[in-house]
Structure formats: structure tokens, C-alpha cells
């Protein structure tokens, strides 16, 4: 089995519940990876993890100037520490089904191709000493409207749709592709950015149907609490693509009065930031 051995790769800042019942999810898992790589992001004194997998710890800390935290270079981090061909990325406010991690590795041991789990969200937090089996979780959870309609052989996914929530690679692709852009910081386009890199690489996505299950935690629809880091990356992203990424949240901005932009052009100007109350009135208990 040494050839399918995978790493299972996470980055956390201050979500200690959610990585405590995704570990639990890992180790319930029908086939176990030989380690799980946790990065931690300015976080230096975490609580210890109780894990039956080996568990490798490791740090970065953000830098002067960054927008949020640095995503991007942890997701890099988290693939350098790795000692397994084979690897699986998840955000840590998910839980993988009992049969994710073994369709994770089938989809990827042939040719080169990026993999992507189903994703499913959760209506409400979890309760302690809740049954958190997959039957319960996916009785508990609904899919995203725009991931409804994947197909469900596993084929023909648009790079467009790709999330970075749970997907696996190759380590030796990850390395080839550059791994994610470090430039980007904080919320938003780092992994549309990691996908295109893919596509303009010949390197095609599949879908995996087998769920991922997001854990419920509130959000800001739309996202004004990461304002800053996303017009940032959007720009990042649109000087290197010659596309907007984002356009759903841009358009909700600039119908907010924030930006002057333009979809079909190069123009994105701030008119103001969002104000403390705007933040907080964007605040939602939706499950995404």
C-alpha cells in the first residue's frame, strides 16, 4: 500500500472545536492516512490534539503588510512538511464521510488531474455527544446551490468551480504547479488562482461524489468582514487572468455603493469601506 500513501493536510487559526471533530472524522475514516500535517497561523501556543493518526505540527506566522492571514503560504507549508506521494487538503471546519479519503486517492493514481470533494453544509453547529456519523451529518446538512449540479460521474468540472475546501493532488503536480501564489493573503481568489495555473497547464479537475461536510459557523453575506483582502486578490487575480474573480461578492460591493467597477473591464476603484455597522448587519446564521 506504499504507493497510495497520503497526507492529509490542514490549516487552522483559532477553529480548535472544528479541528478536534474533523480529527475524529479522520480517524473514522475507511482508509486512514499515514499522517495528518496541521499548520498553524499566528496561533504559537495551540491546545494540544488528541489523534490516533500521526500528527506533524507546524507554524507561520503573518507577515508585515498582509491582508489576513497568510493562506496561501500555510497550504504551501502544509505540502513541504508532507512525507506521502499522495495528498489531501482540507479547510478545517470539515469533516470527511467515512469513504471520502479512499476516492480522494482512486481519482488522482492515474494521470495527473486535480480531485475535489463534494461539498455538503451543515444547517446548525454541532451539538456535544451528537451522533456524528455520515447518516446523521448528511441528514443535518444541504449541498451549495452552485455544487448541486456537478456531475455526478466525476467528470467535465470547470477550473471556475474549484474549491480549495477539500481537494486532492499529487504532491509531485502540487510542486510543479508552484503550489498557491503567496501574494495572495487573506480571504478569497488564491485558489481559483491554483486551478487556473492547472487548466493553462493541461491539468484536468474531476469530482468526487463523496461529501465533505462543512461545519456550521456564522458568515457575513457578503463577506465585508474580508474587504480589503479581497479587492486586493481581485486585483491580483485580474492583472494575471485578464478576468474578474469574485463577481458574485464585487457585484453585492459595488451595489453597496463601496466600489466603482466595471465587470467587463479593468475598472475597480473603492469609493468607501464598509462601516462597522454595515460589517455586523452582513453578519448570517445561513449555512454558506
Known amino acids: 500500500m506504499e504507493e497510495r500513501s497520503f497526507s492529509v493536510l490542514v490549516i487552522v487559526h483559532g477553529r480548535a472545536g472544528h479541528l478536534r471533530a474533523l480529527l475524529a472524522g479522520v480517524q473514522r475514516s475507511a482508509e486512514l492516512p499515514q499522517e495528518v500535517v496541521v499548520v498553524y497561523m499566528d496561533e504559537p501556543d495551540p491546545e494540544p490534539l488528541p489523534c490516533s493518526v ?59 488531474v486535480l480531485a475535489m470533494a463534494e461539498p455538503r453544509y451543515l444547517r446548525a453547529p454541532l451539538e456535544p455527544g451528537s451522533g456524528r456519523d ?64 492547472a487548466r493553462s497547464a493541461g491539468v484536468p479537475m474531476c469530482f468526487v461524489p463523496e461529501a465533505l461536510f462543512h461545519q456550521h459557523h456564522g458568515v457575513h453575506k457578503p463577506p465585508l468582514n474580508h474587504f480589503e483582502a479581497i479587492i486586493a486578490n481581485a486585483r491580483r487575480f485580474h492583472a494575471r487572468w485578464g478576468t474578474w474573480p469574485m463577481e458574485g461578492w464585487l ?18 476603484e473603492v469609493l468607501r469601506s464598509p462601516e462597522a455597522k454595515e460589517i455586523a448587519a452582513a453578519r448570517s446564521t445561513d449555512p454558506y
Not at 60 to 66: I, K
Not at 78 to 98: G, K, Q, S
Not at 251 to 268: H, M, S, T
Open 251 to 268: 457585484g453585492a460591493f459595488a451595489g453597496l455603493g463601496l466600489l466603482d467597477w466595471d465587470p467587463a473591464g479593468c475598472r475597480l
Open 54 to 112: 500521526p500528527l506533524r505540527i507546524h507554524h507561520v506566522a503573518s507577515r508585515p503588510g498582509e491582508a489576513g492571514l497568510p493562506l496561501a503560504r500555510a497550504r504551501n507549508a502544509a505540502a513541504a512538511a508532507a512525507a506521502c506521494p499522495y495528498l489531501v487538503f482540507l479547510d478545517v471546519d470539515c469533516i470527511p464521510a467515512a469513504p471520502l479519503f479512499t476516492a480522494m486517492v482512486d481519482a488522482i493514481t492515474g494521470g495527473d
Open 134 to 197: 455520515d447518516r446523521a451529518l448528511r441528514a443535518a446538512s444541504v449541498p451549495h446551490r452552485a455544487r448541486a449540479q456537478l456531475d455526478r460521474n466525476g467528470s467535465g468540472l470547470r477550473h471556475e468551480m474549484f474549491w480549495s475546501l477539500g481537494f486532492s493532488i499529487k504532491a509531485g503536480l502540487f510542486a510543479r504547479l508552484g503550489g498557491f501564489d503567496e501574494g495572495f493573503t487573506g480571504y478569497g481568489a488564491e485558489d481559483t488562482d491554483f486551478a487556473f495555473r
